[in-house]
């Protein structure tokens, strides 16, 4: 391995300093003279039409500017091409409970709120949906007059290889169901935004978003105005993990209030309405059935969702697809087939959390591949390590994996904890647990559909030996503005914090699609790292001609350009700087990355490939009481594949973050809604919607396997959501080592794990969980033999109907 | 006397006074002018505290709290936001050197006190040894709850110098944080009270 | 932002003063001391006075103070963390001090204080929610509605006594000092509260509370444990205090008094005297702990208006009395 001065230390992220401060600028830190204050009415039913709104009474309050309703913005607006099915404010209909129907901005926020309460709005109550079954058994009245039909958005039915000849090669076949309740990403920031309009026709926009780039999309869209001038500067982010990656309506809504009042106008989210926002983990329903051989391979597999996806499209077409993709990257499948179904409901709108729509599967998986484990006599960890996927290879499904180090991330965590003296050995009521998962680090396929770069860089040196980077890319917290100054640091051998970085404003850095699906460490890291060659190229040829030394013998290091041979002859970085740009002219290079092409040609192999994947495996201890069936987790080993780290500090971080979030979900963290009250959210307070405090945080033991892939800058995969996955399946795993109950339910409460536990006291089946799996009308799947069956990634024309 | 507990339950209060459907703010009654003594007008009235070491007067409505007047008023931003309900931490400040939360607290109820936020955290340029070890160690992800959290840190450190990893945990405890798991943060607060230590060791020694 | 509502600051300068504006304005104004309970309500509209009179400041709600009988006074204004952090009372009262220590999170026990604490507002996830939300379920008999979103056919409110010191100060039989422009006057803490979510106490409007008297610390024992979900923030949603004395004979004494209170269950702390009997002329063991702890459970009938499901909590009744009456052995 070569030897990096910056890349793979653990050092201060560029701007941790700030922060530490309290200097770093979130959006609603901005200020600005003349600004006012907009409050959104927000709908206090689930579902119905909307008649007249009257905003009269709010707009005579003194102190109150203007206001909007759904006519003043009528055009359509959704983060996939596929459903554009949100309005700003509603126009005719309401679909969840907080879909906003009116605005109103004043002198103040108090009296924008006050104003609120004045508005007349009509609205005609409609029969409401709250469930998956409820959906698929209610095709009237329809959510939206779109989708796959009656209430059901989307439908997806893949099949690769032949599974009923899989199941009859087997030794055993087991189907297992489980639901994974849906949950949300809490940032501790609330979304807030603020826009600008100058007399010239431009509009200015910054905000708590991941997606700058498509919020510029949106509001070119909706506004009728042309991008060109329209400015969205994403501010760094209190908090994303998802939850700010589509457009939403109050950032078109203050951009429609700028331009209409000539002023600043902000808002800021209260946590309720947060809660509304949503765009979290779908709820989903999932039965999976498997053929094995004794030794635990898959013969042959069938995967499928019920995704409950709220009231509007979001992500969801993209999480159904997901939901039954990347089951195939972690063990070997020799047949695979997907049947997945989006329902729109009368709920805040589900779209990307961490991990998006993968972990709820990913947990059915490693849930029901414990089982198999126990029904073979297997060792769980031992018969995942016998299985897996090898490195350099197409999936079932034509995904292709490169680096595949989830091998050495079972054999770290089976010996750090201990895993063969504990698994089913330890007293009644402590438990061990392992599962392993993959993630992204970047989807191989841009949310709309085009042949450009999906993150470009942009690098300006200066006379000075000033480097400043400009990317789209935008920091939520992640280390993104560090990891852009580490690479091209590392490139140009100069200190990283003296580089600056400039990111996530669209008038001023290249694009970058966002800061989404772990794409932007190996997507912007990979453009910086081309823009910083060029420019070392460009230096190095001036610096060669001046110390007369061939170009190729240059090294940068230390902040000097000098001759390998004699690092007495050479300069300083600046100088170098100087010697190029009397050569060359001004220097400025860029840099773009595009991913590669994935083998899959049917639709919908654009949900899945990536550049590189990452693995995890995790091993949870946990103590259940048997008296209450109250759940703790002891330590959790984790070994992550990350290829290589750019920084093993916040490597490690993004792992702890994961298990964190992962621990929440896995124990107590859930979006419930009263459905027969109106379909209120249950819970939308930081007090009822359980995240861990420092008293259910445990020790995390964290491993990292370095084997640099080559798609990665430098190597390096992701980390921001893969960790996170196989903590929710370790546990409970652990729960049924601890105390031999299952549940197949997330999270897993104490009222579930008691009352399997008397279940099981009393000789009935110590399982909860679902029992039933409503049929919705799939479609005629799509056909894709696998590779070794003779296919090239593209369907077969019919297939003959199989019952 | 009324019949219950709740205002909400005697028949003229509604009458009297709007519901909450009209607003509260504009709506509001003729003060009531109180024989003996002159009740404060919910119009705006002096306070004087001492924030980050300088003395500050400000004319603020009693219904201001604190951590509206601090970032709305003075322009300390530092100080964040996630709840305003008591529920997660991040508007944590020092009053009288104990952490309290500046969204419930009210601005007025500070007259003569001293408050510290995160912008009176370092000494000039001189960052307090937390700040470096949160910097230096990642505790601070997004860097949101970070203020909340060296506050609530320094005042655990001011009045324990060696503490343990429980005591740091429950101090710790009424402050949330979606990003690091806690980990880091655990970790930045244990090498700061060592570097202390070993700072005030040193300068005892000297 | 979720903001505060206008309102009229009072800060009376003496007790009598305090009381006296109370008595005037009525319904208009309310107490406030920490203002942890008051404030979120009122931001979320469910209590809306027009006038706000602190008295945490007041001189006669401070202090701890041992008298001459060997009793002692706290003040009503000391706040949750003095109350835990205390050493003569964690010496003295250990399960005051540990229900103090159980109070929400850290920076609200800064300010808490124990008078709010024993005056905390019942609490209901219907009822404990913003205006707009509340307003998604057209509001609730506790606040501005007219139906009992719990029990629709139950003409009272059933929101939940949720203080976690309540039901210590009945078990160690504390008195309550109040005061009004009427004078002043003592209630056992047993008395002091009513099962009703709406008028939950059963002093009158005005009367403050000063202070609470605890008995003398002569051979009792006691104990408090409390469920929630996490280990910090959350209310209880099952709190159980016990008191137990023996006789003269060491740990095998039997028992000769008992008190065990149920909390966070119903709409206030309720004394348990079926509980207590279990235990009373047996020395205490795993037998008459069961026997206290059926007792227990049979008593309690929780709702489904807090975390966690109703007959999860109900279960809970048992493992906790358990653990509470366990404490006391040795
Ligand atoms: C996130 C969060 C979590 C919480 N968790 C808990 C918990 O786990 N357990 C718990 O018990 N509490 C909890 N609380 C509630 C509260 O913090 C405490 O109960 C606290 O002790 C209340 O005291 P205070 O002085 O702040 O009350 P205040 O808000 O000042 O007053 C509360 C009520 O009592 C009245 N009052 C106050 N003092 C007096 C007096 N001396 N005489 C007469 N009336 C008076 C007020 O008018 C008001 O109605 C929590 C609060 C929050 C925001
Ligand atoms: S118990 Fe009933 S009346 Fe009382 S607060 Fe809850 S819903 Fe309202
Ligand atoms: S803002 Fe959440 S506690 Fe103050
Ligand atoms: S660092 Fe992001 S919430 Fe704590």
């Known amino acids: 391995m070569s030897e990096y001065r910056v890349i793979g230390k653990p050092l201060r992220k560029v701007d941790a300093t700030d922060k530490v401060l309290g200097k770093t600028l979130f959006a ?122 009656g209430n059901i958005h989307k439908l997806v039915n893949l099949e690769f290889g032949d599974v009923e000849e899989g199941f009859a090669e087997a030794d055993h076949v087991r189907e297992d169901m489980v639901f994974f309740e849906g949950n949300t990403h809490l940032p501790i920031e609330q979304h807030a935004s603020l826009a600008d309009w100058s007399p010239d026709g431009k509009l200015t926009l910054w905000s708590s978003t991941q997606t700058p780039h498509y919020v510029h999309k949106a509001l070119a869209r909706v506004l009728g105005m042309p991008a060109a001038r329209i400015r969205v500067i994403a501010c760094p982010n209190g908090g994303g993990f998802g939850g700010k990656s589509d457009p939403f309506n109050h950032e078109i809504v203050v951009a429609e209030l700028a331009r209409r009042t000539g002023r600043p106008v902000k808002i800021t989210l209260t946590r309720e309405e947060v809660f509304y926002c949503h765009r979290g983990r779908h709820p989903i329903l999932m039965r999976v059935k498997s053929g094995v051989k004794k030794d635990g391979s898959i013969t042959g597999m069938h995967f499928q969702s019920l995704l409950d996806g ?140 085009n042949s450009m770069p999906h993150s470009g860089v942009m690098l300006k040196l200066d006379r000075g030996g000033g480097v400043a980077v400009f990317c789209g890319s935008i920091d939520i917290g992640q280390g993104s503005d560090s990891v852009l100054a580490y690479v091209v640091a590392e490139v140009l051998g100069i200190d990283p914090f003296d580089i600056r970085v400039v990111t996530a404003d669209t008038d001023l ?89 994935s083998p899959g040609q049917y639709k919908g192999a654009g949900v899945g490939p990536s550049p590189a994947y990452s693995y995890s495996a995790a091993i949870a201890e946990v103590d259940v009481d048997p008296e209450t069936g109250i759940v703790s987790a002891r330590k959790i080993w984790i070994g992550h594949d990350i290829g290589q780290s750019i920084n093993p500090m916040l490597v490690i971080g993004q792992v702890e973050g994961g298990v964190y979030m992962g621990l929440g979900e ?138 | 006397m009324c019949p219950r507990n709740s205002l909400a339950a005697l028949p003229w209060f509604h009458e009297a006074l709007p519901r909450l459907d009209s607003p509260p703010t504009t709506a509001y009654p003729r003060p009531i002018m109180y024989k003996h003594r002159v009740i404060d007008e919910p119009g705006r009235r002096l306070l004087r505290m001492t924030v980050n070491d300088s003395a500050i007067e400000i004319a603020v409505r009693p219904h201001k709290t604190l951590l509206e007047v601090l970032r709305e008023d003075l322009f300390l931003t530092g100080t964040k936001h996630g709840c305003e309900l008591g529920e997660c931490g991040t508007c944590a400040i020092l009053v009288d050197g104990e952490p309290v939360l500046s969204c419930l607290v009210l601005a007025i109820a500070c007259e003569g006190k001293e408050i510290r936020t995160i912008e009176g955290m ?17 505790a601070a992800q997004c860097g949101y709850c970070t203020p909340g959290f060296l506050l609530t840190a320094q005042a655990l450190l001011d009045e324990n110098p060696d503490p343990t990893r429980q005591e740091i945990k429950n101090a710790l405890a009424g402050n949330l944080c979606r990003c690091t798991g806690y980990l880091k943060i655990y970790e930045a607060v244990e090498l700061a009270a060592k570097r202390m230590r070993n700072g005030s060791d040193s300068e005892a020694k000297r | 932002m979720l903001r505060l509502p206008n309102f009229h600051y009072h800060v009376p300068e003496s007790l009598a003063e305090a009381v006296r504006i109370k008595k005037d304005l009525g319904p208009l104004a309310m107490f406030v001391a920490g203002g942890t309970d008051l404030y979120p309500k009122m931001k979320r509209r469910q209590q809306e006075p027009h006038h706000v009179v602190q008295i945490g400041h007041l001189e006669e709600l401070q202090g701890v103070r041992r008298l001459d ?71 609730c008999l506790k606040k501005d509605g007219d139906t009992c979103w719990v029990a629709r056919s139950s003409p009272k409110c059933l929101a939940v006594t949720s203080t976690d010191t309540a039901p210590v100060a009945i078990a160690l039989a504390a008195e309550i000092e109040l005061v009004s422009t009427r004078g002043d006057r003592t209630v056992p803490a047993g008395d002091f509260y009513s099962n009703d979510g709406i008028r939950y106490l059963t002093k009158d409007p005005d009367e403050l509370v000063t202070g609470i ?96 499901l109703l007959s999860w909590r109900k279960e809970m009744v048992k493992p906790y009395t358990k653990k509470a009456l366990e404490k006391l052995i040795g």
């Open chain 3, 69 to 139: 009988d060997g009793s002692c006074r706290i003040g009503a204004g000391i706040t949750l963390t003095t109350l835990a952090g205390d050493t003569t009372l964690k010496r003295d009262y250990p399960a005051l001090a540990e229900a103090a220590h159980l109070v929400a999170s850290p920076q609200l026990r800064n300010v808490g204080t124990l008078g709010g604490n024993l005056c905390l507002d019942t609490r209901c996830n219907y009822y404990d929610q913003t205006y707009e939300w509340r307003k998604g379920i057209s509001f």
């Open chain 1, 310 to 449: 709220g009231g509007y499209g979001s992500y969801g077409v993209a999480s159904t697809f997901y939901s039954g993709a990347l089951q195939t990257v972690t063990y070997n499948i020799k047949r695979y087939k997907f049947d997945g179904a989006r329902m729109f409901t009368n709920k805040p709108p589900c779209g990307p959390k961490r991990g998006h729509g993968t972990p709820q599967p990913r947990h059915a998986l490693e849930v029901h591949l414990d089982k198999i484990a126990e029904d073979l006599h297997l060792d769980p960890a031992e018969m995942r390590l016998n299985n897996l996927v090898p490195p350099d290879s197409v999936t079932a499904n034509y995904l292709k994996v490169g680096t595949m180090g989830l091998g050495k991330c079972i054999e770290k965590v089976i010996e750090g904890s201990g895993w063969k003296e504990k698994h089913r050995k330890m007293p009644h009521g402590r438990g061990i647990g392992i599962a392993c998962s993959s993630y992204l680090s970047g989807a191989g396929l841009p949310i709309y559909w």
């Open chain 1, 509 to 597: 850095t290249p694009v970058d699609l966002g800061s989404y699906s772990s794409r932007v460490t190996l997507m912007s890291g990979n453009a910086a790292l081309q823009a910083a060659e060029k420019a070392r190229e460009l230096l190095a040829q001036a610096a060669a001609e001046k110390l007369e030394v061939p170009s190729g013998e240059i090294v940068f290091a230390d902040g000097r350009v000098f001759w390998a041979s004699d690092p007495e002859k050479g300069m300083s970085f600046a100088k170098a700087v100087v010697a190029a740009e009397s050569k060359f002219g001004t220097i400025g290079t860029v840099g773009s990355y595009t991913p590669p092409r």
């Open chain 2, 122 to 138: 370092a000494d000039g340029p001189e960052l307090h040894p937390l700040q470096t070890t949160f910097a230096d160690l990642g």
């Open chain 1, 666 to 803: 896995a124990l107590m963290e859930e979006m419930a809604y009263r459905d027969r009250v109106n379909i209120v959210h249950k819970t939308p307070s930081m007090l009822d919607y359980k995240s861990p405090t420092t008293h259910e945080m445990c020790e995390v033991e964290t491993y990292l396997v370095e084997d640099p892939d080559p798609n990665g800058p430098f190597g390096a995969k992701e980390v921001g959501q893969g960790p996170l996955l196989p903590t929710i399946p370790a546990i409970a795993n652990a729960v049924y080592d601890a105390v031999g109950v299952r549940i197949d339910e997330v999270p897993i409460t104490p009222e579930k794990v008691l009352r399997a536990i008397r279940a099981k006291e009393k000789g009935k089946d110590p399982r909860i969980g679902p029992t039933k799996f409503p049929e919705p009308e799939w479609s005629e799947p799509l056909v894709v033999p696998p590779p070794w069956e003779g296919g090239d990634g593209k369907p077969v024309e019919k297939k003959e109907v199989a019952g």
């Open chain 1, 28 to 149: 609603d830190d901005l200020i600005k003279p003349r600004m006012l204050f907009c409050k959104l009415l927000r709908s206090h039913i689930p579902h119905g039409t909307v008649g007249k709104v009257d905003i009269g009474p709010a707009l005579a309050m003194p102190g109150v500017i203007a206001g909007l309703i759904g006519e003043d913005l009528p055009t359509t607006f959704g983060i996939l091409p596929i459903s554009q099915d949100e309005h700003a404010l509603a126009l005719d209909k309401v679909r969840f409970v907080g879909d906003p129907i009116a605005a109103i901005v004043a002198e103040d926020e108090e009296t924008a709120e006050a104003a609120i309460h004045l508005i007349q709005a009509e609205l005609e109550p409609l029969d409401s949906i709250s469930s998956i079954d409820q959906a698929i058994r209610t095709p009237e009245p329809r959510i939206h007059d779109y989708g796959a039909y």
């Open chain 3, 213 to 308: 008297r605890l008995p003398p610390p002569n051979g009792w024992r006691s104990s408090y444990v409390k469920l929630r979900r996490r280990g910090t923030f959350d209310f209880p949603v099952l709190g159980i205090a016990a008191w137990i004395r023996r006789g003269d004979g060491g740990t095998d004494a039997p028992v000769e008094e008992a008190r065990i209170v149920l909390g966070a269950v119903f709409s206030e702390p309720v004394l348990a005297p079926e509980a207590a009997d279990a235990l009373i002329g047996r020395p205490l063991s795993t037998e008459t702990i069961s026997d206290a702890a059926d007792a227990m459970y049979k008593l309690a009938k929780p709702m489904d208006n807090t975390d966690f």
